[in-house]
């Protein structure tokens, strides 16, 4: 360490003297496997989970959801039915909206599901992958799993490659939870500290969209647990954000926040879909009261890619080198850690 700062300093130094800029010297930026490697494998699966962590990313990302027995799995929405059989093991559970909720099911119930690349469902009854060019619907096998097993896989990775991976769950619908009967933040957190996530050294984030739940989680839950992780917001397009996002409400966010997560049109707003844009102070706010920045969802897919920012690699020069977020949210990580040069 001694000898990397000194060839730092005389690489200062000589700069100066030649005349030319002095090098500047950025904190390294994160790559977060977005439900893990979803851009090859059905979001959330162990397998997803796996090859994220073999391509060598920062940070994997759970989205957490309880069962009706207090299990916490990891799956995108608290519904079942955008990427399981749910349909067709258990037609008559869904509720009048037409949902198939992962709360009124068991674990076990939910372990005999089959899960699949996310799909919609056309007016003929007909399953359709959002994504087409993804992994194929109805092949191979796999499975839900809980936050538990996902965090022993993690860390069984790390010790077994000498790795130092860190975890990123997200509360899913705590409000919806809590009008359950059921405290999911407070599951997760005591879930974090029987694993060792308990500092904000510990290699976690932990985030929601809910405002008023990241402030319950800091002020009353975190106290209660005796713990200090780091907190991120997330954030949508919604009116909901519309205070939180000014100056001032920045600033307040900050005094129990330690970063957000913006949906990238947050940062670079268009209202031309996405021909033009224009650089909104949601990340020098951001920066300046102290919080760390992560944007989502970065794709490869063309439909995902605003015109302003031509392909894949055009996207993450504009956010992570000329706008300065600190990391991303990513389908695709290996061509995010590629970019990179790591």
Do not use: W
């Not at 706010?285 to 944007?295: Q, Y």
């Amino acid at each position: 360490m001694k000898r990397m700062l000194k060839y730092i300093c005389v690489l200062l130094a000589f700069s100066f003297y030649c005349g030319v800029a002095p090098v500047t010297i950025a904190a390294e930026k994160i790559v977060i496997a977005h439900r893990g490697a979803s851009g090859y494998l059905p979001e959330h699966t162990i397998a997803a989970k796996a090859m994220a962590y073999a391509m060598g990313v920062d940070y994997i990302e759970q989205d957490v959801v309880m069962t009706r027995d207090g299990q916490l799995v990891v799956l995108h929405d608290h519904f079942l039915d955008r990427v399981t059989d749910v349909q067709e093991k258990f037609p008559d559970r869904k509720r009048k909206d037409g949902r198939y909720y992962v709360i009124d099911f068991t674990l076990d119930e939910v372990r005999t599901l089959d899960v699949s690349e996310r799909y919609r469902i056309d007016d003929d009854g007909v399953k359709t992958a959002v994504f087409k060019d993804r992994f194929p619907l109805g092949k191979s096998r796999f499975k839900v799993h809980t936050f538990a097993e996902e965090i022993e896989l993690i860390q069984g990775l790390n010790k077994s490659t000498g790795g130092d991976i860190g975890i990123y769950p997200e509360a899913k619908s705590p409000g919806f939870h809590l009008k359950e009967g059921k405290d999911l933040s407070r599951a997760i957190l005591e879930t974090l500290k029987r694993y060792g996530y308990t500092k904000k050294t510990s290699k976690v984030f932990f985030q929601t969209f809910e405002i008023k739940e990241l402030k319950r989680v800091h002020d009353e839950l975190l106290p209660m647990l005796n713990m200090d992780i780091r907190l991120v917001q997330l954030m949508g397009g919604e009116d909901a954000y519309k205070d939180i996002i000014t100056k001032e409400g920045i600033s307040q966010l900050a005094t129990y926040a330690d970063g957000i997560g913006p949906s990238m049109f947050m940062i670079t707003a268009t209202e031309d879909s996405g021909k033009t844009y224009k650089i909104t102070d949601l990340v020098k706010n951001a920066h300046e009261a102290g919080m760390v920045v992560h944007p989502y969802t970065f794709r490869q897919e063309k439909a995902a890619i605003p015109e302003f920012a031509g392909d894949y690699e055009g996207l993450l020069e504009l956010f992570l080198n000329q706008i300065g977020v600190d990391g991303v949210f990513s389908d695709f990580p290996d061509r995010t850690l590629e970019f990179l040069g790591r």
